[in-house]
């Protein structure tokens, strides 16, 4: 190989095993060390090293343990021009001489990721900062990235990130899983997280962007892995699944194509069985959660769609078990456009209506559901809804969609 | 708070697309300073004439002098602006992200500087 290429397969190989283990690493590092921040310097310090080593010496048989050691004597090293400052600092230095032995003698590196989100998503971490704690932790986002799809100046962003990474070592926030009492609702928080990733906001009258929804669903399918008793992150990846599958049919020529409209055979097939598994798995725990609810309700819309059974009404009573679980905005309008498309029309506007109006007077779902409502009973007021739509839509094609839905109820009145 | 949302984008490439796209930018428009002024979050906002019937003025060796302009390069110029209250930036960039100017152009956001 000429020089060249040796550096091209040196850093393709970094970059492979950045995706697959950088996560895994930080967990590992920051379980011994305590400290997010450091163990993250040392992995990226460990990386560049590999870049110089790897394209001089060949890649070496284990690519990810390589790393590992490089980034440990990192660590170490830290931790010993620190000792000077204290004793806790030798006895990090000693911890992660130990935990490397032990790993050495099972040679494998334990996936410590969960507790690593677990960190993330603590009660005492700020829930604003939790999600990009998370993608940036555990899977190596890239700050800038983080920061645009945030809204956040990059500096912001770090700042905050940096915060949050300086706290946890400061509280000492524990490395470990929670206790079992607490479990489901720190689990609830980490999913919570990971949720907000996909895509907060989503909402498929609202075609919001969804930048990070494929890592997204990488964390949620790890949670389930590494949290096998518990139906909640089966119950979340099987929403993200239903929801991504329908990805490719929800835009037609940059348009936006609803829901009902879409080319069901343009749906991602993996994906929606991928989905329809995970919800079968969670429902034999008999356990119903906020996420379990949540992929039901879009389970009962693709059986609409695919065997023409009408699911309407089962979708309004799934809200109403999940409004009483969990009473979002969201979730209490989105009920609201479960009534309309079942036709009833002044229920969805007396359910509306009993939505606090500052809570309403931003929330562009609430003004399309609304308009949907006022439309069907051909009321004036529609008109007005549609615009406030409109005007709280973030995404050009759903601005489109619902410029025509106007229209075509100017007409019809 | 007040916040200063300036709009650039190609006033050229606006004014050649057909009629009912412009209507409807400009329904975009509409529908968002009613969805701020239902909010409570509209102050002001207007659309600005194209460039070429804007003038410069400077003052130089104390005589004001007033020039044809702006002519600038870019791409984007300044086509409209709203002034908004927000509680703090990130609902103020909330805001500028809904405005129908981000699709194709530039949104500047600046908090406005209270003299006090």
Known sequence: MTPNAVTESARATAEAVARDSYGRLVAWLASVGGDVAAAEDALADAFVKALEHWARDGLPEAPEAWLLTAARRRLIDGARREATRGRAAEEIARAIEEAAADDDARNTIPDDRLRLMFICAHPAIDPAIRTPLMLQTALGVDAKRIAAAFLASPSAMAQRLVRAKRKIADARIPFANPDPQDLPARLGAVLDAVYAAFGADFDDAGGARQPFAEEALFLARLAARLAPDEPEPLGLVALMAFIHARAPARRAGGAYVPFDAQDTTRWDADLMAEAEEALGRAAAFQAPGRYQLEAAIQSAHVTRRMQGVDTREDVVRLYDRLIARAPSIGARVARAAALVAAGRAPDAISALDGIPPSKAATHQPYWAARAEAEAMLGLASADDSYARAIGLSTDEAARRFLARRRGAARKGG | ?116
């Open chain 2, 1 to 116: 708070m007040q916040y200063l949302l300036f709009l650039y984008g190609d006033e050229d490439a606006f004014h050649s697309l057909p009629d009912e796209e412009q209507a409807r930018i400009v329904g975009a428009h509409q529908a968002y300073a009613q969805a701020l002024s239902e909010a409570g979050s509209m102050v002001a906002g207007n659309a600005l004439a194209h460039p070429r019937e804007g003038k410069i003025v400077r003052d130089r060796l104390g005589a004001a002098q007033a020039e044809d302009g702006p002519f600038t390069d870019a791409k984007e110029q300044l086509g409209g602006y709203y002034i908004i209250e927000a509680d703090d930036l990130d609902e103020a960039l909330d805001w500028a992200s809904k405005c129908p100017a981000a699709e194709t152009g530039t949104i500047e956001v600046r908090p406005v500087w209270r003299i006090a």
